[in-house]
């Protein structure tokens, strides 16, 4: 029964590409994080959604756009993707209301051609 | 500007021996810190955490040492096992539950018989 779940695992598409990763968990947990682990591995947060509503946006792109429909799911789409773009992208999710434990997914490797 | 960092990229101990593995954190206002540890195309899972208002947090075979003046964290694992080969990330939290983690790179833990 997986917590964190993600799709796809891998997704390797052309620069000037959309596309979209999906995350869902199924924890009962309020708040949702996506994470981007670049090729010198550092492990990055871009977004964090409490509730569906948005609480850190770190300075990403705004061809970044994270979006969730309920606060089991949340979504990164990601316009006119480019070469720097190639990374894993992690979703976790936490109670914030209980600790600071968050809890990951599997990761999206995605590679930008 | 890295606010947490693990200097060693690699560690190698023998099964049975005590792994250390040590992180620093520069800035004076993150009070909450954990440690994650990661296999292979998965995500990061939580090991253990502590508190800046502790010195030690114990949990079976894993232990965390928090150094506060010397901004020092460390993970102790005794004995180790084959089974902890992974890469272990440090992460650090501010004052509030909504901080962000903040990660360091890893170091890469291999245990041989």
């Known amino acids: 029964d997986t917590a964190v779940s993600q799709t796809p695992k891998y997704l390797v598409t052309q620069m000037g590409n959309d596309k979209s990763i999906k995350c869902e968990q199924n924890l009962g947990h309020d708040t949702m994080y996506w994470y981007k682990q670049d090729s010198k591995k550092f492990l990055k947060i871009m977004f964090s959604y409490n509730n569906k509503e948005l609480i850190i946006n770190e300075t990403v792109p705004n061809r970044f756009s994270p979006k969730s429909p309920d606060k089991a799911h949340l979504n990164l789409h990601i316009n006119s993707l480019e070469l720097g773009d190639s990374a894993v992208y992690f979703c976790a999710s936490s109670q914030l209301t209980l600790s600071y434990e968050q809890y990951f997914g599997p990761g999206t490797r995605l590679t930008v051609t | 500007d890295q606010q947490v960092k693990q200097n060693s990229p690699s560690l190698s101990v023998q099964e049975g021996r005590i792994s250390i593995l040590n992180c620093d954190y520069t800035?004076?206002?993150?009070?909450?810190f954990l440690w994650y540890k990661k296999y292979p195309a998965e995500g990061p899972t939580f090991l253990i955490s502590i508190s800046s208002i502790k010195d030690k947090n114990e949990d079976g075979r894993f232990t965390v040492f928090l150094n506060k003046s010397a901004k020092h964290l460390s993970l102790h694992i005794v004995p180790s096992q084959p089974g902890d080969s992974a890469v272990y990330f440090c992460a650090a939290s501010g004052a509030y539950n909504t901080d962000k983690l903040i990660f360091g790179t890893g170091t890469r833990l291999q245990v041989f018989p």
């Open positions: 800035n004076s206002m993150f009070d909450y």
